[in-house]
């Protein structure tokens, strides 16, 4: 039986999980990292297509994101590690007056917190993304910060950084159970052993809903399937991402980008969604995607899809993470993250690491009150 005793414990190694062992390590902390999976990021974080953007329609999700872009922006100059990093930017097309309405509403208040965006007429979309269909194109945004970068690489890095700052991982190993005594957690029960803590953290991603209930909590957080698919490589023809947020039968949008291979990785929001963990490739996904892409962009039309798959977003009512303390005094959660742990986890990790130990800034607090368990969750979020 494995045992031991940290000053914290995270539950979880993938997107959000492994950055938030990494940071609390820089704390100086004692960490434990337990994962079911054979290593870090064998979860949702390998299906993630690896879009990093802080083009969010809310302050808190801009500013964890901002932050996580400028870890993924300067990690190799900083760590040495080539993760993959790309920096297109984003581009949001506006084919209806709705549309384009939406953004211009949304664009003040990105610009407020710190976001790096600019509303675009036709032309500009048409220099960003040469051959797209301009039939009826009102314009967009242009988010020239965003990026990507690749999420087994980047998974792999913080992971690597956590090991050599003194965090422990455990993997092939679930939890199964948190001994509660008086208002705190005091030890977590895994399939190998048992570890004392003086704090533990949720970030299951899938399975947070099956831990919060070992904390006597009910997590609101409801996993859907999502597909995506990658091409064959070509020469680079297009640089950002580019994302449609019309809606459509079978579909509420679509993103697409090309790779730093030159794939072509694309995804889709289904509508109505698909509950559950369902983790096996459908019949349906290509014929549902593919024609929107090639009207959008008639380029991808002579391109040869290589191989789709189905990952899991753990999502919230309002498409927005769930950051906060929850019943035991020291059990704090980092769930629902809604596709976005990939690109909001190293932010994520920055801010759950300063609310563990006691030392959160003004900023922090901001994003903590905004994305805090009990907030009402009323409109879902524009750009999730």
């Known amino acids: 039986m494995s045992s031991g005793n940290y000053d914290v414990i995270v539950i979880g190694a993938g997107s959000v999980g492994t950055p938030l062992a990494m940071s609390l390590a820089e704390n100086g902390v004692s960490v434990l990292c337990v994962d079911s999976g054979a290593s870090a990021g064998q979860g949702n974080n390998k299906c993630a297509i690896g879009g ?3 083009t969010h329609g809310e302050p808190a999700k801009v500013g964890l994101a901002l932050r996580s872009l400028e870890i993924f922006r300067h990690w190799r100059e900083e760590h040495g590690d080539d993760i993959g990093w790309y920096r297109g930017g984003y581009v949001y097309v506006a084919y ?7 953004f211009r509403r949304n664009v003040p208040r990105q610009q407020a917190s710190g976001l790096d965006i600019r509303l675009v007429g036709p032309g500009k979309i048409r220099e960003l993304v040469p051959g797209i269909n301009d039939e009826e194109l009102l314009g967009g945004t242009w988010s020239p910060g965003d990026g990507s970068a690749n999420p087994m690489k980047s998974c792999y890095a913080f992971w690597n950084r956590a090991v050599r700052l003194g965090a422990v991982f455990r993997f092939n190993e679930s939890v199964t159970g948190l001994e509660i005594k008086g208002d705190g957690v005091v030890s977590v029960k895994t399939t190998l052993g048992s ?5 533990v953290v949720n970030c299951a991603g899938s399975s947070a809903v ?8 009910e ?10 698919g990658i091409t064959e490589p070509v020469q680079r023809f297009f640089e950002p991402m580019v994302v449609d947020i019309r809606n459509a039968p079978g579909s509420a949008n679509y993103y697409f980008y090309q790779h730093e291979t030159g794939q072509v990785v694309f995804c889709i929001t289904p509508d109505p969604p698909i509950p559950g963990t369902d983790t096996r490739e459908t019949s349906d996904f290509l ?14 039309g002579n391109l040869k899809v290589r191989r789709v798959w189905r990952g899991i977003y753990p999502m919230s009512p309002d498409g927005a993470p769930i950051l906060d303390r929850v ?9 629902g993250m809604c596709g976005q742990g990939f690109m909001l986890g190293p932010g994520i990790g920055e801010v759950m690491a300063r609310f563990v130990v006691g030392d959160s800034t003004d900023s922090d607090r901001t994003i903590l009150r905004e994305l805090r368990s009990d907030r009402e969750f009323g409109s879902m979020e524009t750009l999730k």
């Open 52 to 54: 990093v953007r802080a």
């Open 96 to 102: 209806d007056r709705d549309t384009m309405e939406l």
């Open 195 to 199: 570890y004392g803590c003086g704090a």
């Open 210 to 217: 099956k831990v919060g209930r070992m904390a006597g909590e």
């Open 219 to 228: 997590l609101q957080v409801y996993p859907e399937s999502h597909e995506a």
């Open 287 to 300: 014929p549902l995607v593919a024609p929107r892409m090639v009207d959008l962009y008639p380029r991808l």
């Open 327 to 335: 019943g035991p005094e020291n059990h704090y959660v980092a769930v």
